[in-house]
C-alpha cells in the first residue's frame, strides 16, 4: 500500500489520497467496482437538453472490457451540428458578459459536482475506455476536477493591461471571448482531454460546441447530465457521431471562431485545411515519440531516487500506453544499462493485469479493436526488423468474461532508433530501449524523431538537469520524473506534434481575443489635414 | 518492379462499397496520436496534398500517400492495406461502418529492395 501511496503521490501531485486509499481498500473486499445501470441510448446534449440526433440513428457503444455492447450513442449528421452551433450562439448573448465571478462559481459547482460522484464517474470512464480504474481513480477523475478550479481560480486574479503612452494617450488592453468554439477530443483521456478542451473555453467567456471521440461517446453525456442543472443551456454542447459524419461538418462551419483538435497528424491537417477556408485559429495536439532519458549517474546508488527512475521507465504502461506522451522511447547510458534495465524489466513484469474494474489491477485493454490489431501489428514489424523483446511481445488472453476484450501484455524491445517501432506513435503498452554513450549522442537521438511532444530526463548531475531539457526540442520535458499534468503547467508540442498549448492559464489566451481601446485625452487636432 | 503497398481482398471489398457511395478516393497515412499510423481514406481531392507529400502508388485505383518526413522512416518496409473490423475515430470514410483500414507492414526483401516501383509527388 505504500508503494502505491508513493506511486500515485509522485506521479499525479494533486491528489486525494485518503480517498484513493479508501477506494483501493474497498475494492480489495468486493474486488470488482460495481457497473453503473446506463441508459439504453444517449442522445445528443444540445441547449441543456438531450436530444434526438436529426438521423434518429443511434450506433453500439462496445466495452473494450469484454467487447459487448453496453449502451448505444447518437449518430449525428450536419443538421445537429448546426443545432448545437445555434443552442451556443443564443447562449454566448448572456454568457459572454458574466461577470468573472459568476464564471468563477460555476467551474467550481462543476468540480464539486464531479468530485461528489468520483467513484460513479471513474467507474463509467473504465467501462467507456477500458483503462484501469485505478487509474480513473487516482488521475483522470482527480485531474477533471483540479481542472476546473483551477480556471475558476485564474479568472478571477487575473488582470487586463494598462499603460500611458504619453500623458494625453492610454492604451488599455482587454480580453473578450472568441465566440462558439469547436472541439474534438480524443479517446484516450475522454473526460480529461475534453477538460482540458472545455474548461478553459468556458472560464474565458466561450460557449462550445464538442465532439467526443467515435470509441467513447458516453462518459461525457453521463458527466453531462450530472452537470444539466448547474451549467446554463447552451453553454456546453455535446454531439457525438462519425468524423465524417458529424466531425466535418463542425470543423467546416462557417459560424464557429476556433477550432481545438487533439488526434493525429493527417486528421490535424485536413481540420486545418478547412479551417483556413474560414481563416479560423486552431490548436492541434498531435501526438509523440517521447524520449526518457537515463543518465550514468541515476545509477549512482540503490536508493529511492534509482527507484523513482525504474517506475519513470516503465511509465510507458500508463493508461496502456495510450497517451500522446507515452514514454516509447527508452534511452539509457550504456555503462548503466544492465543494472537499470534488469530492474525496469522485472518491474514491468509485475504489472498486474487483469478486469480494468478491479482495484488492484495496473493495466486495462486498449480502448478499441481496431487499435488492439493495430498495436499487434507493430509487435510484429517490431520483431521483423530485429528488435529484441526484453518482456512482453503478445496479446494477453486473460479469458473468462475478458475473452473478448483487448488487453496487450506490456512489452519492451531492444533496438535502435532508425527502427520504425522507435519512430511512430504505436499507442498501446509498448517501449523500445536503446543506448548513449554520450550527453551529446542522447540529445542527437532524442531529437531524431518527426515530434517533439514530452521527454523525460533522469539524472543527479546538476548540469545535465539543465542543459539537457533545454536542448530538446520538446514542449514538456520532465526532469526527474514523469507523466505528471498539473493544470499550471503548459501542455503542448514542437515539430509535428502541433501547436498552441493546453493546461496553464495561458490557455484562457487561445480562446479570447485582445481588445485594445487606445484612447486620446487631448483637445489638439494632429495637424495633418 | 515490386510495389510499395498493396492491400487485402477484405480492404479491396472496403474499397469497393465507399466508391459506390463516394466516387473517387485518395488515402493518407497519418502518423502520431490516437488514430495515428493509420490510412485514412478520403474523397479524392478532400484532402489538399503538398510539396511535403509523396505517393506510394496505387491501391484498387486510390493513390496512397505519405508526408515525406514520414516515409523516412517507412520506406524500407512493404504496406499492405487491410480492413478490420473496429470503431476508430478520425474523419476517415469507412469509420460510420464499424470498418477501419489498417496499415500492416512487413520489410521489404534484398530482391524487392532493388527494383521498387517508382515515387510520385505533387507536380507545381
Known sequence: ?529 | MHKRVSLTPAAFDLIEELKAIHGELMFHQSGGCCDGSQPMCFEKGDFKLGQSDVCLGEIDGCEFWMSKDQFEYWKHTHLTIDAVNGRGASFSLEIPYGKRFMTVSRLFTEEEAQDLSPLSFVVD
Open chain 1, 1 to 529: 500500500m505504500c508503494y502505491h501511496e508513493i506511486d500515485f503521490k509522485t506521479t499525479f501531485g494533486k491528489i486525494k489520497l485518503d480517498k484513493i486509499m479508501s477506494a483501493i481498500a474497498e475494492t480489495e473486499v468486493s474486488n470488482l467496482a460495481k457497473r453503473p445501470q446506463f441508459k439504453e441510448k444517449y442522445g445528443n446534449f444540445i441547449g441543456g437538453k438531450f436530444v434526438e440526433p436529426a438521423s434518429g440513428q443511434y450506433f453500439d457503444n462496445e466495452s473494450p472490457i469484454d467487447g459487448k455492447v453496453f449502451t448505444k450513442a447518437a449518430r449525428s449528421n450536419k443538421e445537429d451540428v448546426e443545432k448545437a452551433i445555434d443552442a451556443a450562439h443564443e447562449a454566448f448573448k448572456t454568457w459572454s458578459v458574466t461577470s468573472a465571478t459568476y464564471r468563477s462559481n460555476l467551474l467550481n459547482k462543476i468540480a464539486d459536482r464531479i468530485e461528489e460522484n468520483l467513484e460513479y464517474l471513474a467507474t463509467v470512464e473504465t467501462i467507456d475506455n477500458g483503462k484501469a480504474i485505478r487509474e480513473t481513480r487516482a488521475a483522470d477523475l482527480p485531474l477533471v476536477i483540479d481542472h476546473f478550479r483551477y480556471f475558476a481560480g485564474v479568472i478571477r486574479a487575473e488582470e487586463g493591461g494598462i499603460s500611458e503612452h504619453d500623458e494625453n494617450t492610454v492604451s488599455i488592453v482587454l480580453h473578450e471571448p472568441l465566440g462558439v468554439v469547436g472541439q474534438i477530443i480524443p479517446w484516450n483521456f475522454p473526460l480529461l482531454m475534453a477538460t482540458w478542451k472545455i474548461a478553459p473555453a468556458i472560464a474565458a467567456g466561450n460557449c462550445c460546441v464538442v465532439k467526443p471521440a467515435e470509441q467513447t461517446p458516453t462518459s461525457i453525456m453521463v458527466l453531462m447530465e450530472l452537470l444539466q442543472d448547474i451549467v446554463p443551456a447552451g453553454v456546453i454542447n455535446i454531439v457525438t457521431g462519425f468524423g465524417p459524419e458529424a466531425g466535418k461538418p463542425l470543423a467546416q462551419s462557417e459560424r464557429i471562431s476556433k477550432v481545438s483538435f487533439t488526434g493525429e497528424t493527417t486528421t490535424g491537417r485536413l481540420i486545418m485545411q478547412y479551417a483556413s477556408e474560414n481563416l479560423l485559429p486552431v490548436t492541434m495536439e498531435l501526438g509523440g515519440k517521447s524520449p526518457n532519458i537515463f543518465f550514468s549517474s541515476v545509477a549512482d546508488a540503490d536508493d529511492d531516487f534509482f527507484d523513482k527512475a525504474v517506475e519513470g521507465a516503465v511509465m510507458f504502461a500508463l493508461n496502456q500506453g495510450e497517451v500522446c506522451t507515452c514514454p516509447s522511447r527508452i534511452l539509457v547510458q550504456e555503462d548503466i544499462y544492465d543494472t537499470f534495465m534488469e530492474r525496469v524489466v522485472a518491474r514491468t513484469k509485475a504489472i498486474k493485469t487483469g478486469h480494468p474494474l478491479d482495484g488492484t489491477v495496473m493495466m486495462g485493454a486498449q480502448a478499441s479493436n481496431d487499435q488492439y490489431e493495430k498495436i499487434q501489428s507493430y509487435l510484429k514489424i517490431g520483431k521483423e526488423e530485429g528488435a529484441e523483446v526484453l518482456t512482453g511481445g503478445a496479446s494477453n488472453n486473460l479469458g473468462g468474461d475478458l475473452e473478448n476484450g483487448y488487453y496487450i501484455q506490456p512489452t519492451i524491445f531492444k533496438g535502435n532508433n532508425k527502427m520504425r517501432i522507435f519512430q511512430e506513435e504505436i499507442f498501446g503498452p509498448v517501449t523500445c530501449v536503446t543506448t548513449f554513450k554520450t550527453v551529446e549522442e542522447a540529445i542527437e537521438i532524442a531529437n531524431d524523431t518527426m515530434y517533439g511532444l514530452g521527454a523525460g530526463v533522469w539524472t543527479r548531475d546538476a548540469h545535465e538537469l539543465y542543459q539537457v531539457p533545454r536542448a530538446i526540442k520538446a514542449g514538456r520535458v520532465w526532469v526527474n520524473n514523469y507523466h505528471a499534468y498539473p493544470a499550471h503547467a503548459p501542455f503542448g508540442g514542437y515539430k509535428k506534434s502541433g501547436f498552441g498549448r493546453e493546461n496553464h492559464k495561458m490557455m484562457l489566451d487561445h480562446y479570447r481575443q485582445t481588445k485594445n481601446m487606445l484612447v486620446s485625452y487631448s483637445k489638439q487636432k494632429l495637424g495633418f489635414f
